[in-house]
C-alpha cells in the first residue's frame, strides 16, 4: 500500500492493497479476526510509510529514547480505525452489497474522525493515492479529499462484488463514475483565467538550514544574513513580498523594533516581509503564565507590524503534548507546549491580494484552510521540513498540501526551510518548484483564483457529511428491500 502514495506513486498498487484487506474481512470467523486483519493492514501500512516522522526525534540526543512512539506507537494508534473499519464490515458479512458500502463508509469517516480528533492526524488519507493523476484529483473540488477517499475505497473494491452475479452492475457504475471524473478534470483544466492585473510578483526563500544550525543560538546571525543574502539577489521585476519560511527568524521579530527596520530596508517601498518566527506573549490578567505561538509575521517597508498570525493546527508530541496527564514528556520542537491560534483568517494588506496563511502541518487540514465569509485570493504555507531530512515526509507533505488548490480554487504559495518550495494554480497544477534541499530563491507571479468558488470551497466537508447520509440511507433502503423479499 505504500506505495500506492508519494512519492513512489504507483497508485494502481492500492487496488490488490485493499481487495487483499477485504477477502480477509471476509474469510475473518470472528470479530476479533476481523478487526485483527484490518489492524494489521494499517500497522504495516503506516510503520512503512511514517517511519520518517522518527527523524525528528533524532535532530536532539534527549529524544533518542522515545522513538518507539512515532516507529510503533502512531502506527498502532492510526490502525485502531482500519481496524474498526474492518469490523464494522465484518458485521454485515451477510450481505455483500452492504458489507461493500459500509466498509468504505466507515474508513471514510474515521478518516474524517482521526483528522480532527483525540490525537488529530491527517496524514495518508486514501484519497491521496491519486497525487499522480491530476485529472481524477480534479475531483476534490467537489468532494473534497474525505470525499476522494471515499470514492476511492468503493472503486478499490468494488471487483469483489463481480463474485455474485446480481450485482455486477456495481462495478461497471464504478468505472462509469471513474470516466466521468476523469470527463470532469478534463474539461475543468481546461478552463483559462484572466491573469492578475497588475501582477503580483513574489520571492520565495529557500535557505536550506539545517535543523541542527536552527537550534543553534550561535548560528542566528549567520542565519539571518543567509536570508538577506538570497532576499536582496537582483530581481528582473519589482517584488512585492519577500517570504520566509517557518521559523526563518531565529528572533522574536515583534519584540525587536530596531532589527524590523533593518529589515525593512530590504523591501522596495509599498511592499512586505513576510516570515515565520516563535512569538512570546508575557503573563498577564487572564494567563498566570507566559504563551507561545509558532506565528507569521508581516512586516511593512517602515518595519511596522501589518499582521501576525498564530498557527491553530498544532503537531502532536512536537508542538504540543496530548494526553499530557498520561504522557510526562516535553514537545520535541519546544520546551514546553505551544498555544493554539484562532484558526483560519484572511489577512488583507494594502498592497497584496488577500491571503489565508498556514504553517507547516495546517496545510493538511482539508476545509480548514480559509476563513469562508472573507474568501482570500491565495492560500500561503510556510514551513519547516528540515525536521525530517532526505526521506518520505518533504514530498508526502508537498503533494498532500496542493490538494487545498484544487479543493478551494486558488493558488497556493508554499514557501519551505529545505523544499519543497512552490506554486500551484487554481487546479493545482505546479507553476514551478524547487527541489529537496536546494538553497535558492524564486521570484513567481502569482497565478489568479477562480471566480467564483468551487462547491468543496463554498460548503467545506458538509459535502462530504451530505455524500455519507446519502449512501448511508441507501444501504438501509437496501436492507429492507432485502428483508421484504425474502
Given amino acids: 500500500m505504500t506505495v500506492a502514495f508519494p512519492p513512489v506513486s504507483i497508485a494502481i498498487l492500492a487496488l490488490p492493497a485493499m481487495l487483499y484487506l477485504f477477502w480477509s474481512i471476509g474469510k475473518a470467523e470472528t470479530k476479533k479476526q476481523a478487526f485483527a486483519a484490518g489492524w494489521l493492514f494499517g500497522f504495516t501500512f503506516y ?11 533524532r535532530i536532539d540526543a534527549q529524544f533518542e529514547n522515545l522513538i518507539v512512539f512515532p516507529l510503533i506507537g502512531l502506527p498502532a494508534y492510526l490502525s485502531l480505525c482500519t481496524g474498526a473499519a474492518a469490523l464494522i464490515a465484518w458485521r454485515y458479512r451477510q450481505s455483500l452489497i452492504h458489507q461493500w458500502l459500509y466498509f468504505a463508509l466507515s474508513w471514510a469517516v474515521l478518516e474524517y474522525l482521526r483528522t480532527h480528533y483525540s490525537i ?69 483544466q481546461q478552463t483559462v483565467l484572466e ?15 539545517p535543523q541542527t544550525l536552527k537550534r543553534d543560538a550561535k548560528a542566528y546571525d549567520q542565519t539571518l544574513h543567509d536570508l538577506v543574502n538570497l532576499s536582496t539577489a537582483e530581481a528582473e521585476q519589482p517584488i ?59 512586516i511593512d517597508d517602515k518595519g511596522l507590524i501589518a499582521d501576525v498570525y498564530d498557527k491553530h493546527w498544532l503537531v502532536p508530541f512536537g508542538e504540543y503534548v496530548p494526553l499530557s496527564w498520561i504522557v510526562n514528556v516535553a514537545a520535541v520542537a519546544t520546551s514546553s507546549d505551544f498555544n493554539r491560534g484562532t484558526g483560519a483568517r484572511t489577512i488583507k494588506s494594502s498592497y497584496l491580494p488577500d491571503f489565508s496563511p498556514g504553517i507547516c502541518y495546517e496545510s493538511m487540514y482539508a476545509g480548514d484552510v480559509v476563513d469562508r465569509e472573507h474568501r482570500p485570493s491565495w492560500l500561503l504555507n510556510i514551513t519547516n521540513d528540515a525536521w525530517y531530512g532526505d526521506s518520505f515526509g518533504p514530498p ?13 480554487g486558488m493558488p497556493m504559495v508554499r514557501v519551505a526551510n529545505n523544499g519543497i518550495t512552490y506554486v500551484t494554480d487554481a487546479f493545482g497544477r505546479y507553476k514551478i518548484q524547487t527541489k529537496l534541499n536546494e538553497r535558492r530563491y524564486l521570484d513567481v507571479h502569482l497565478p489568479p483564483a477562480l471566480p467564483t468558488p468551487t462547491l468543496y470551497g463554498r460548503y467545506g466537508n458538509m459535502v462530504f457529511l451530505v455524500l455519507c447520509i446519502v449512501l448511508y440511507s441507501l444501504g438501509l433502503v437496501c436492507r429492507r428491500l432485502q428483508r421484504d423479499r425474502n
Fill in 396 to 408: 508526502q507533505h508537498a503533494a498532500y498540501a496542493r490538494v487545498r488548490s484544487i479543493e478551494e
Fill in 240 to 298: 512585492q513580498a519577500i517570504i520566509w519560511p517557518e521559523t526563518a527568524s531565529p528572533y522574536p521579530l515583534d519584540m525587536m523594533h530596531d532589527l524590523r527596520h533593518e529589515l525593512a530596508k530590504i523591501l522596495l517601498p509599498n511592499s512586505y516581509l513576510i516570515t515565520g518566527m516563535n512569538r512570546y506573549v508575557a503573563p498577564d490578567a487572564g494567563h498566570e503564565s507566559g504563551r507561545a505561538y509558532n506565528s507569521l509575521i508581516v
Fill in 47 to 57: 510503520t512503512t510509510s511514517l517511519a520518517w516522522i522518527s527523524n525528528a526525534l
Fill in 120 to 188: 488529530p492526524f491527517p496524514w495518508q488519507l486514501v484519497g491521496y493515492v491519486w497525487d499522480a493523476n491530476l485529472t481524477v484529483l480534479q475531483l476534490s473540488s467537489v468532494i473534497g479529499i474525505f470525499g476522494m477517499s471515499l470514492f476511492t475505497v468503493l472503486l478499490l473494491t468494488s471487483p469483489v462484488l463481480l463474485l455474485k452475479k446480481k450485482l455486477r452492475f456495481v462495478p461497471v457504475i464504478m468505472m462509469l463514475l471513474l470516466i466521468a471524473a476523469y470527463g470532469y478534470g478534463y474539461h475543468r
Fill in 195 to 209: 491573469a492578475r492585473e497588475p501582477a503580483t510578483v513574489l520571492r520565495l526563500v529557500q535557505p536550506s538550514i
